[in-house]
C-alpha cells in the first residue's frame, strides 16, 4: 500500500515539528516547509529518516505566491500526491495595543497566518478534489484559539487573523465536501513553544495558565495528537469542525 504524503508548513518548530514527527511515525510521506531556520528543518528531516520514515524540507515563504506553487511542484516531484495539509505556518510580532500598531504590521500577520493558509488551500484543492481528478484528503488549519478570545493589549491583529482562518475553514469545508476533501481547524490555546520569546515574553504560558481550567499549559505535541487525528481516515465524517486544544480555555 503506498504510504500518504502529508505537508506540513512551518514544520521546522513547535508545533509543526510534532506534527511532522508524528505524522512520519505512523507512516505518512511528510514534506515541511521553513522560511528560514534551514538548520531546524534539516534536523526534523533527520529524526524522521533516522526512525524509518522519508521526509523532505523546502523553504518558502507561504505568503508569496510564487513559493508556494513551487512549493507544491516540488511536492508533487519528489513524493507524489499529496493527501493531506497542514495549514500551521504563522508568525505573531511583538505584544502591543491596538492603537499603537501600524498598519504594516496587520500586513504582515495577515500574509503569513491568512494568505498564506489560502494559497496553500487552494494548491491542495486542486490536487485532492475529486472535481479535478483528484482522490480526495485532508485539510487541517491551525488557529488559535485567540480568534475568539480577542487577545486584548496583546495580539488583536493575529486573533482577528486567526478569525478569518476559522471563517475560511467553515466555508471551504462545504465547498469541497462534496469532492472528497474534509476541512477542519484546530484551536490550540496557551502551548509551550518558542513563538512566545518570538513575541516578546518568553514566559507567557506560565504567567497565564492560572487562568486555564486544567491549571496548566500544553504541549505541542498534545496539539499535533489532535492535528493528527482530524487528518486521519479516523475522522473521515468529521468537517467544518473548529476544535479547541485549551484546557478548558
Known amino acids: 500500500m503506498t504510504q500518504p504524503i502529508m505537508l506540513v508548513t512551518g514544520g521546522s518548530r ?19 516547509t521553513y522560511q528560514s531556520n534551514a538548520a531546524a528543518a534539516d534536523e526534523v528531516v533527520r529524526k524522521i529518516g533516522a526512525a524509518g520514515g522519508t521526509a523532505i524540507a523546502v523553504q518558502a515563504d507561504v505568503g ?8 507544491f511542484r ?19 510580532e511583538q505584544q502591543s495595543r491596538l492603537d499603537q500598531m501600524e498598519l504594516d504590521r496587520w500586513q504582515r500577520v495577515f500574509s503569513a497566518n491568512v494568505f498564506g493558509s ?54 471551504l469545508s462545504k465547498e469541497v465536501a462534496g469532492e472528497g476533501i474534509r476541512v477542519n481547524a484546530i484551536r490550540p490555546g496557551l502551548i509551550y513553544t518558542d513563538i512566545h520569546s518570538l513575541a516578546g515574553e518568553p514566559g507567557r504560558v506560565d504567567r497565564a495558565k492560572a487562568g486555564v481550567p486544567m491549571q496548566r ?21 468529521v468537517t467544518g469542525v473548529l476544535m479547541d486544544v485549551t484546557g478548558g480555555r
Open 217 to 237: 499549559g500544553g504541549t505541542a505535541e498534545e496539539v499535533a495528537e489532535a492535528i493528527i487525528w482530524l487528518a486521519s481516515e479516523q475522522a473521515s465524517y
Open 14 to 32: 513547535g508545533i509543526g515539528a510534532a506534527t511532522a514527527l508524528i505524522a512520519a511515525a505512523r507512516g505518512w510521506r511528510v514534506a515541511l
Open 64 to 71: 508569496i505566491e510564487a513559493d508556494v506553487l513551487r512549493l
Open 74 to 92: 516540488t511536492v508533487d516531484d519528489q513524493l507524489g500526491t499529496l493527501s493531506v495539509l497542514i495549514n500551521n505556518a504563522g508568525m505573531l
Open 118 to 171: 489560502f494559497l496553500c488551500a487552494k494548491q491542495a484543492v486542486l490536487r485532492m478534489s475529486t472535481k479535478y481528478g483528484g482522490k480526495g484528503g485532508s485539510i487541517v488549519n491551525v488557529s488559535s484559539a485567540a480568534a475568539r478570545l480577542g487577545s486584548p493589549n496583546e495580539f488583536i491583529d493575529y486573533a482577528s487573523a486567526k478569525g478569518a482562518v476559522d471563517s475560511m475553514t467553515l466555508g
